[in-house]
Structure formats: structure tokens, C-alpha cells
């Protein structure tokens, strides 16, 4: 199990960047996937990014070629670098993670979340 604490959140304008740290704490982070997902007032959690331990990544469709996650297992952190944003990129930001595993897009399949990090975009 792993304890996980968001930052980096807040309000930006539309074509600018954020990024957001996921620190952990615990012995096995270093093997274990991280993701983020993200929720918007009124609607049901996404999928944003994942990044397994060897440091293969994934992304949804709709932040392909603008967030890039990547991960320092020495800091025990794990990033979101967010740019070019939208407003429909506003919402509650989590970190999530699961034991060593393939990557997954699938909430139910993260163990441990974080309470998440603000991001409103404005236009």
C-alpha cells in the first residue's frame, strides 16, 4: 500500500501549461503502475495518463500530444507536465496506483488514490 499527495493545481488560462507531482510514501513504489484520472463537476471519473514502473505510458485520446507523464522513483514522485490546456480540461485531479501490473485505463483497478488537486482552466 502506498500513500499518495497531490499537487501543482490551480487556475490558469486556456493555452497554459501546469504540472502536477504525486508524491508517495512506502517501500514499493518503484514497482508499482501510477496513473491520473481527473473529474469535472458533474461528471463521472476519467482516465487521464498512466506510467508503469519501467516507465511505459498511456494516454486518453483527448490529452494525447499535450500531457506527458513520467516519474522519479528516487523522489517517489510521479508528474503530470500539462500544456496547452483547455477549459474542458478543468476538474479534481488523482493520483492512483496499483501493484505491478499492465498498464490499465480502469479506475476500479488502482488500489490507493490520492484526495486530488484542483485544476480550472478559464477561458
Known amino acids: 500500500q502506498v500513500q499518495l499527495v497531490e499537487s501543482g493545481g490551480g487556475l490558469v488560462q486556456a493555452g497554459g501549461s501546469l504540472r502536477l507531482s504525486c508524491t508517495a510514501s512506502?517501500?514499493?513504489?518503484?514497482?508499482?503502475?501510477m496513473a491520473w484520472f481527473r473529474q469535472a463537476p458533474g461528471k463521472e471519473r476519467e482516465f487521464v495518463a498512466a506510467?508503469?514502473?519501467?516507465?511505459?505510458?498511456t494516454y486518453a485520446e483527448s490529452v494525447k500530444g499535450r500531457f506527458t507523464v513520467s516519474r522519479d522513483n528516487a523522489k517517489m514522485t510521479v508528474y503530470l507536465q500539462m500544456n496547452s490546456l483547455k477549459p474542458e480540461d478543468t476538474g479534481v485531479y488523482y493520483c492512483?496506483?496499483?501493484?505491478?501490473?499492465?498498464?490499465?485505463?480502469?479506475?476500479?483497478?488502482?488500489?490507493?488514490w490520492g484526495r486530488g488537486t484542483q485544476v480550472t482552466v478559464s477561458s
Open positions: 506510467i508503469s514502473w519501467r516507465g511505459e505510458h
Open positions: 512506502g517501500r514499493t513504489f518503484s514497482t508499482y503502475a
Open positions: 492512483a496506483a496499483r501493484p505491478p501490473a499492465t498498464l490499465s485505463d480502469k479506475d476500479f483497478e488502482y488500489n490507493d
